[in-house]
């Protein structure tokens, strides 16, 4: 039953990596800083947090920037995912009904769609570990 529904997903495969493709590009134009609202948006919700646990709070921690940015990147990878691929079943719902597509596919293309932003910061991430004094490893 599962390979069933794999091999039904792999058949849709071109039309989910295109779906997911047009989505990225129209989310860069949509913006007027395109791709660069990528890198600053997670830069500026990272801000506000160190600036209240950080600073305000003064949390006092050994390598509390680099904790920081690691469990927030991650956590923003998660949250949007979630909360993109709930949205994408209700918003696709008329579509869904219009269309013979596997269910699973709306949520998919979403997924794939975070996923490929969250390499982005990730990469910004690696970039600033490695800066601020770490290898990078296998192991964060």
Not at 19 to 37: I, M, N, P, S, V
Not at 53 to 62: A, C, N, P, Q, S
Not at 118 to 138: D, E, K, P, Q, S
Request: charged fraction near 10%; hydrophobic fraction near 50%.
């Amino acid at each position: 039953m599962l390979t069933q529904k794999l091999n039904t997903l792999l058949r849709y495969i071109e039309l989910i990596l295109y779906k997911t493709y047009a989505d990225l590009k129209a989310e860069t134009e949509r913006t007027y800083l395109g791709f660069l609202w990528w890198i600053f948006e997670p830069i500026m919700y990272m801000s506000v947090f160190y600036l209240f646990f950080g600073i305000l709070l003064g949390h006092k921690t050994d390598n509390y920037v680099p904790f920081l940015l690691t469990g927030l990147t991650a956590w923003q990878w998660l949250k949007s995912c979630i909360s993109h691929g709930t949205q994408t079943i209700l918003g696709a719902s008329g579509l869904m009904q219009q269309v013979n597509l596997p269910k699973v596919f709306f949520p998919i293309i979403l997924i794939l769609t975070d996923s490929v932003k969250f390499l982005f910061i990730l990469t910004l991430l690696l970039v600033f570990l490695w800066i601020y004094g770490y290898g990078i490893i296998y192991i964060y």
